[in-house]
């Protein structure tokens, strides 16, 4: 079950789109849908995206209200009578009592532009999106599939600039079917070569969505080089909306990861974070990057915050999480491996199992660490029985590695078989002599500072704002005018009494 | 498959799987055979080929692997391990399993780790099945080995270079060892003032003494016979430098912006 809600995952953070829904009174899904598909006219005639995105918003909403009928009934008014779209479609919504059409057989082809009065591509294709969902949500996957494949030859074939907002949700629910039928293997050829028209036909949305499909592609199947290759290879659109880029960037922290550029890997996944709708619309998609991002921050040598894991969405899930920290904090090595073993099917199911293994040296780490900040010496058998090491050789080597990493100031005295711990961080010694204090400043202030320019950028300014101000200017200064004038005129009658005193003496 | 291949491949595997077997022969059949697939279409299957036919160009890059690694040519694996990728990963539900697959995958890792390629080592593992990296002898050692470099268990590693789970495995032990020695080394020099040369050449591994003092002076020690230590060169403390470009740098950009602020 667990398995399925995390492959629910991307679904989820799709629905975060989902700004709060119009407040008007609810109306009929069918009304619903007929003023989306008006909207979507509209649309098309203004050339104006935003009405699009305003309907594909309501999507989430209006899945949970699909019937049968309903859309039996949109189909039908949005088709002329005997048109063939019409009846292949209607082949595709599932029989109910209602119905009194008698289904066609489901061969048919659509022949589209076979009638002048046929709906816009663009509304023929909402339509069939979301006879898509109504049809996933019936479980009736091979039909669904089906659907998809013929409703993305058919965007394939159209090539419209004002399709493409609605041809990226087709192409996603498309990948998502074949996740579902675990048959991501086969898809990968049909997603390429969209991917490929996208970018040649600089359509962001369908770009966005399909690179991000392609990566989940290659991650559920652990390509990861192939995946890499992808992202080195592709641009990611700029102008994509807020959750794809999550996406991306959740992909891109994962890629990373595994490859070792912890530092990279946490940049994007914090990103992610950020830029991911709230945690109660998107619990999935949360919970998921956090489990990752805590890993990676354990690669790194950090230990997560603890208010992480009191969050009420995270709590539950981050339980093996937190078991895990726990024993890299205090580097205690058997209830390390204890925790791994309890959890093992957990973590290989959210594959941060390979990524976990890794940390078996952090811990060592640590627990070396706190052995020298403890004891300012102690034997190396010592060392061996408190870490659980197999071998005071071993400690030895290991120890010698701690101190070569940085992470000890210490000495290894081999005649006497001690480690001697230097002391670290008192008086002209300590950090404060080094330049990192000048390194940390300047990086928060450039942060700050390129904050405070972004934010000015982003600024919006309402047209003709500035007009009452000018208005304002404009009295001001005719005030200010005045008032020189006052002054040069007050300055001429001085002038006139001071001349005018010897000129009336004359 | 045309019939002068199939004789081919016959010799090549007789030859190959022979106790004795004659290396140069071997690579001229290779040759011969990597022209005749290609040739036949084989080597990069397209479209629907035989399977029977993919089986047997899989094997003959498989021969064409360990040969390489007989014949000490490490880009030669590399390209006939990339080869073989195809058939491993796209053509997997066409083949049946090939019995030397996981070799060449451990071997491909345990290339990797000599190479001080971490990252690749870790991109490639994580494409393997997950029943694989802890049943599996061949993809195993390569593992273990990894996590032991990587904590410093290198006793443990010493230890494991005569369970090579194949021949072949063992050309990468001599070349691993000089990776570990390298790592050792730089480890001591930073963890001991000095060391007797008995046990430097303990904990470096070297049998005889003569290899320590070369292996010395290499990196720059001073060795005392007289008193028979090893006295490891402190690198002097770094001159702590006030980096004056840098900080009229950074405050002129403040100034700056501060001014843009205000």
Redesign the interface.
């Known amino acids: 079950m667990a398995a399925t809600k995390d492959k629910e995952t991307p679904e989820v953070a799709e629905t975060a789109k989902a700004t709060p829904p119009p407040p008007p009174p609810k109306p009929t899904p069918t009304a619903e849908i007929k003023a989306n598909l008006l909207l979507i006219e509209r649309a098309v005639s203004t050339l104006e995206p935003r009405f699009t995105q305003r309907v594909l918003r309501t999507l989430t909403s209006l899945r949970k209200k699909l019937t049968a009928q309903v859309l039996n009934q949109a189909v039908n008014e949005a088709y002329v009578r005997d048109s063939p779209a019409k009846k292949a479609l209607l082949a595709y919504i599932p029989t109910s009592a209602e119905m009194d059409i008698d289904p066609p057989s489901k061969t048919s082809t659509t022949s589209p532009n076979s009638t002048s009065s046929e709906p816009l591509p663009e509304s023929d294709v909402y339509l069939r999106l979301l006879i898509i969902l109504h049809l996933i949500d019936l479980d009736a996957h091979p039909k669904a599939t089906e659907l998809a494949h013929e409703t993305v030859d058919k965007i394939h074939a159209l090539n419209r600039r004002s399709l493409d907002s609605i041809a990226a949700k087709v192409y996603f629910y498309l990948g998502r079917l074949y996740e579902i039928a675990d048959k991501v293997g086969e898809i990968r050829p049909l997603l390429l070569a969209a991917q490929r028209t996208a970018s040649l036909r600089r359509d962001d949305d369908c770009q966005a969505t399909l690179i991000n499909l392609l990566l989940s592609n290659y991650l559920s199947a ?4 192939q995946a ?1 290759k992808l992202v080195s290879k592709t641009t990611f659109p700029t102008s994509a909306g807020n959750t794809q880029l999550a996406r991306y960037l959740y992909y891109l922290g994962r890629i990373r990861a ?4 912890y530092t990279e890997a946490h940049t994007h996944l914090q990103q992610a974070i950020r830029r991911a709708s709230p945690a109660r619309t998107a619990p999935g998609f949360w919970q998921t990057v956090h489990k990752l991002f805590i890993i990676v921050e354990l690669l790194m040598g950090d230990i997560p915050e603890r208010g992480l894991f009191r969050q009420p969405v995270l709590k539950k899930a981050l339980v093996p999480y937190l078991q895990i920290v726990r024993a890299v904090r205090t580097g205690d090595l058997s209830q390390f491996q204890s925790a791994l073993s309890v959890h093992a099917e957990q973590f ?1 199911r959210d594959k941060t ?2 990524l976990i ?2 940390l ?2 952090n811990v ?1 780490k640590t627990g070396v660490r706190a052995l020298s900040i403890a004891y300012a010496r102690i034997s190396l058998r010592d060392i061996c029985v408190k870490l659980h ?3 005071e ?2 400690a ?9 990493d940085d992470v000890i100031d ?3 005295d ?2 006497k078989g001690w480690m001697v711990s230097a002391r670290r961080g008192e008086g002209v010694d300590g950090v404060y ?1 080094t ?1 990192e204090p ?1 390194e940390n400043f ?1 990086k928060r ?1 450039g942060f700050c ?1 390129d904050l ?2 972004q934010s000015v950028k982003a600024m919006r300014y309402p047209l003709n704002a500035h007009r009452k101000e000018l208005a304002s200017v404009e009295a001001a200064r005719e005030r200010e005018k005045e008032l020189a004038k006052e002054i040069v005129e007050g300055d001429l009658e001085d002038d006139d009494d001071d001349t005018g005193g010897p000129m009336a003496d004359f | 498959m045309p019939a002068d291949l199939r004789t081919l491949y016959s010799q090549l595997k007789k030859e190959f799987s022979s106790p004795r077997c004659d290396l140069k022969l071997c690579g001229t059949l290779l040759s011969k055979l990597k022209l005749g697939l290609i040739e036949a279409g084989l080597l990069l299957p397209q479209e629907n080929p035989n399977p029977d036919d993919l089986a047997v160009t899989r094997e003959i890059l498989e021969i064409g692997a360990f040969w390489s690694i007989r014949a000490k040519d490490v880009p030669s694996f590399d390209r006939y391990f990339s080869q073989l990728q195809t058939f491993y990963v796209d053509f997997n539900d066409v083949l049946p399993p090939s019995p030397r697959q996981y070799p060449l995958q451990g071997l491909n890792l345990i290339r990797l780790l000599t190479q001080n390629r971490i990252a690749d080592f870790h991109t490639t593992l994580e494409a393997l099945p997950e029943e694989a990296l802890h049943d599996n002898a061949f993809i195993k050692h390569p593992v273990n080995l990894e996590r032991w470099l990587m904590e410093g268990s290198y006793s443990k590693v010493w230890g494991a270079r005569e369970e090579a789970p194949a021949e072949e495995y063992k050309f990468f032990v001599d070349s691993l060892m000089g990776t570990i020695r390298n790592e050792i080394a730089s480890c001591g020099e930073a963890a001991y003032e000095s060391l007797p040369v008995h046990d430097a050449a303990a904990l470096l591994f070297f049998q005889s003494q003569n290899d320590l003092i070369t292996f010395a002076t290499q990196r720059g020690w001073q060795v005392d016979l007289v008193s028979q230590t090893i006295v490891f060169t402190r690198k002097g403390e770094e001159k702590a430098e006030i980096p004056t470009k840098e900080m009229i740098a950074a405050s002129l950009g403040y100034a700056k912006e501060l001014e843009q602020i205000v």
């Not at chain 1, 652990?222 to 080089?225: A, V």
């Open positions: 652990n390509l990861y080089s890499d595994v490859q070792l550029s290989t199992y390979t293994l890794r078996r040296h060592i090491l197999d071998s050789e071993d030895e080597y290991i120890v010698g590695k701690a101190i070569r210490a000495r290894v081999h005649a002599a330049a000048r300047q202030i500072l405070h320019n």
